[in-house]
T-cell receptor
Framework: NAGVMQNPRHLVRRRGQEARLRCSPMKGHSHVYWYRQLPEEGLKFMVYLQKENIIDESGMPKERFSAEFPKEGPSILRIQQVVRGDSAAYFC???????????FGDGTRLSIL | GEDVEQSLFLSVREGDSSVINCTYTDSSSTYLYWYKQEPGAGLQLLTYIFSNMDMKQDQRLTVLLNKKDKHLSLRIADTQTGDSAIYFCAESSTGGYNKLIFGAGTRLAVHP
């Protein structure tokens, strides 16, 4: 049973470009969470999604960031017009049910030139 | 507001026990978690404890929860060099779903 799959593992973008980060949850998991980890810090919650619905996006910056979890396919975290401060590791987690532990992917490390 | 605090560093000798401490603020958290992160990797769920429990043991790992003091600890018995990593404490937030609030992580260094 494959774990949470994130791709790409590393992503380099120039300022002003768009970054798309993908997350395939564990099989059967319909709850997806995105977190951001800045260097030398803990993880900060960004957004919680269920299939086709954004449940809580209180941790998302108001501009340039969006997330989706379509009926078919992976969850996508999209960052438009990236800036240097977006450089971080972005982790996706999934859980089977609402009150079950979250399992994390290996993350996407985003570097902005 | 919700906050989780951990000491940043811990150094232990191989074979000794390690104790990593954590304090949290949300007394209504349902679960409390310990995750392990090795360099360049994701978070590995080590163990978790339900808030109505005081202790949970799983092989070399022992979790103690003092709900009155909002204090959580992780004890690793017979610490090995492979245990060197960053350990994150996390609590589940209120609000009806399982948003995790993480501490900044404790970097455990195991030396011979």
């Amino acid at each position: 049973n494959a774990g949470v799959m994130q791709n790409p593992r590393h992503l380099v973008r120039r300022r002003g470009q768009e970054a798309r980060l993908r997350c395939s949850p564990m099989k059967g998991h319909s709850h997806v969470y995105w977190y951001r980890q800045l260097p030398e810090e803990g993880l900060k919650f960004m957004v919680y999604l269920q299939k086709e619905n954004i449940i809580d996006e209180s941790g998302m910056p108001k501009e340039r960031f969006s997330a989706e979890f379509p009926k078919e396919g992976p969850s996508i975290l999209r960052i438009q017009q990236v800036v240097r401060g977006d450089s971080a590791a972005y982790f996706c987690a999934s859980s089977l049910q609402l009150d079950q532990p979250q399992h994390f992917g290996d993350g996407t490390r985003l570097s902005i030139l | 507001g919700e906050d989780v605090e951990q000491s940043l560093f811990l150094s232990v000798r191989e074979g000794d026990s390690s104790v990593i401490n954590c304090t949290y603020t949300d007394s209504s958290s349902t679960y409390l978690y310990w995750y392990k992160q090795e360099p360049g990797a994701g978070l590995q769920l080590l163990t978790y404890i339900f808030s109505n429990m005081d202790m949970k043991q799983d092989q070399r790992l022992t979790v103690l929860l003092n709900k009155k003091d909002k204090h959580l600890s992780l004890r690793i018995a017979d610490t090995q060099t492979g245990d060197s990593a960053i350990y994150f404490c996390a609590e589940s937030s209120t609000g009806g779903y399982n948003k995790l609030i993480f501490g900044a992580g404790t970097r455990l260094a195991v030396h011979p």
